[in-house]
């Protein structure tokens, strides 16, 4: 009897097993469904409005693009701006374009005697990295961002370090604070972040600028919650651009690890608390997120030229 019993009950374990089993085959195979759907079709419209763009005025040429090492040895490229002042604006582009695209914000505030301005291009990006749209790994940015200032550090530029960036790139921004290289920075200036979740995405297009990879977003995060990370150089994301405004500096696409590395952490408001040092932030009149708002970074004068 007692051999009868222990059998049914190897029986019953060999059963639970192969259902257990058998549900983690069909999810994985879900997940790699998921992940092989190709991107949705955008709808190509001037979401932006480009047609209203016009170069502004500024007292000085864009400057030429320099170099700094990082880690893995690849050259990056960023633009500087000189100043009376000792601190440094290290000011990070928003999606798709590069730091050029801040020549005149960062005019006025290195002119204007606030600070030293840094206008990094993030890997990835127009003339930075191997691959337009792609990073090595998630998390590269931080540690490009880390060996940027250090790179500084070492042209002797001693002043206290302000981080900022325009949408994405401010999203970039306050991961930076919430991860290992946050006490580089003594300061924050946040214009309209992106952050995941929150109102300023509008429903996860960004007003239909970003056409999202749902599928194939999911089926990535499955497979990275079992430690399958070999296929995160996937796009997942393209940006509405009309073709008729290209200019061939800006990057379309990006792909899974680029995408989560440019924002803050699933748990932003851990990063957000991370924050810490003062910080001064704009936002568009529609949003509605809470992020210190503790201003004196920059002079009134300069403040009011930048509104």
């Not at 100043?83 to 928003?94: E, K, N, P, Q, V």
């Not at 300061?187 to 979740?197: D, E, F, G, V, W």
């Not at 429903?203 to 239909?208: K, L």
Request: with cysteine; glycine share 10%; charged share 20%.
């Amino acid at each position: 009897m007692r051999a009868r019993a222990d059998g049914q009950v190897v029986k019953v374990l060999f059963i639970i097993a192969a259902c257990i089993g058998g549900l983690l085959i069909v999810g994985l195979v879900t997940a790699f469904v998921l992940v092989a759907s190709p991107s949705p079709l955008a709808n190509p419209k001037d979401v932006f409005d480009f047609t209203s763009l016009r170069e502004a005025p500024s007292d000085i040429d864009v400057p030429s693009l320099r170099r700094f090492p990082a880690r893995d040895g690849e050259e990056l490229a960023y633009r500087f701006y000189p100043s009376t002042a000792d601190r440094i604006l290290i000011f990070i582009h928003g999606s798709s374009y590069h730091g050029a695209g801040y020549h005149v914000l960062a005019a006025a505030i290195s002119l204007g005697g606030a600070a030293k301005v840094v206008l990094p291009n993030l890997r990835g990006h127009y003339q930075s990295g191997r691959h337009r749209g792609d990073v090595e790994y998630i998390g590269q940015l931080e540690d490009d961002l880390d060996d940027l200032i250090k790179f500084l550090r070492a042209e002797h530029l001693t002043g206290p370090i302000t981080l900022g960036g325009h949408s994405s790139g401010a999203g970039l921004a306050i991961r930076f604070a919430g991860g290992r290289h946050g006490d580089a920075v003594s300061s924050y200036l946040l214009l309209t972040p992106i952050i995941p979740q929150a109102p300023t995405v509008r429903g996860g297009t960004a007003g239909g600028w970003a056409n999202l990879n749902l599928r194939r977003l999911f089926g990535l995060l499955a497979l990275n919650a079992i430690g399958i990370h070999g296929f995160n150089g996937l796009p997942v994301i393209d940006f509405n651009k009309p073709a008729k405004f290209w200019d061939g500096t800006e990057t379309l696409s990006y792909s899974y690890r680029l995408n989560v590395s440019y924002h803050p952490r699933y748990r932003y408001q851990n990063d957000i608390r991370a924050l810490g040092a003062p910080t001064l932030s704009w936002w568009e009149p529609t949003t509605r997120q809470t992020i210190p708002r503790r201003c004196g970074l920059f002079s009134r004068p300069t403040l009011r030229a930048l509104r």
